[in-house]
């Protein structure tokens, strides 16, 4: 059973660009959890869906960013008009339910974005 | 709001000595507590998890007790290799949905 798959893994933009990271979740999970780990800090929640359905958005920053979980495909977090300040290592979990705080998440190997 | 704390790294240790890494927490309610590892270049892997008060969570020598009278959940292991070197995130889920709230995340380096 193939893990969470990220890509790309590294990803270079200039600033004013829009930045396009993919998640795959683990096959039979339907949760989404997306963080962002910045330099020298801990991981901090962006956002929670299930298949086209934004559960939870309260750690989404106001602009720029947008995130989405189709009926079919990747979840996608987008990023316009990157700044150098969203140059950060953003990871990609997925679990099998979301209600009930005790369910794993499992970790895919993140994509380092870099900002020019 | 909810939150969680850890001791500060970087710490040292030489191999085959005893290791604490400090974790406390502020929740409403029965929190989920976690503790992850995070290997140079890679994401987080689950390292042991207790979802109750008092439960142990272990594995792999690691070892962590879910207190609720003193709202911690301190990592322990009794000998520590090389190969445990790595960045170690406590951290907690307490709402519906299972959000994880990490601490800052404590760099372990061990050397021979």
């Known amino acids: 059973n193939a893990g969470v798959m990220q890509n790309p893994r590294h990803l270079v933009r200039r600033r004013g660009q829009e930045a396009r990271l993919r998640c795959s979740p683990m096959k039979g999970h339907s949760h989404v959890y997306w963080y962002r780990q910045l330099p020298e800090e801990g991981l901090k929640f962006m956002v929670y869906l299930q298949k086209e359905n934004i559960i939870d958005e309260s750690g989404m920053p106001k602009e720029r960013f947008s995130a989405e979980f189709p009926k079919e495909g990747p979840s996608i977090l987008r990023i316009q008009q990157v700044v150098r300040g969203d140059s950060a290592a953003y990871f990609c979990?997925?679990?099998?339910?979301?209600?009930?705080?005790?369910?794993?998440?499992?970790f895919g190997p993140g994509t380092r974005l870099t900002v020019t | 709001g909810n939150s969680v704390t850890q001791m500060e790294g970087p710490v040292t240790l030489s191999e085959e000595a005893f290791l604490t890494i400090n974790c406390t927490y502020t929740a409403t309610g029965y929190p989920s507590l976690f503790w992850y590892v995070q290997y140079p270049g890679e994401g987080l892997q689950l390292l042991l998890k207790?979802?109750?008060?008092?439960d142990k969570g272990s594995n792999k020598g690691f070892e962590a007790t879910y207190r609720k009278e003193t709202t911690s959940f301190h990592l322990e292991k009794g000998s520590v290799q090389v190969s445990d070197s790595a960045v170690y995130f406590c951290a907690l889920s307490a709402n519906q949905g299972g959000k994880l709230i990490f601490g800052q995340g404590t760099e372990l380096s061990v050397k021979p």
């Open positions: 207790a979802t109750k008060a008092d």
């Open positions: 979990a997925s679990s099998p339910r979301g209600s009930g705080h005790s369910y794993e998440q499992y």
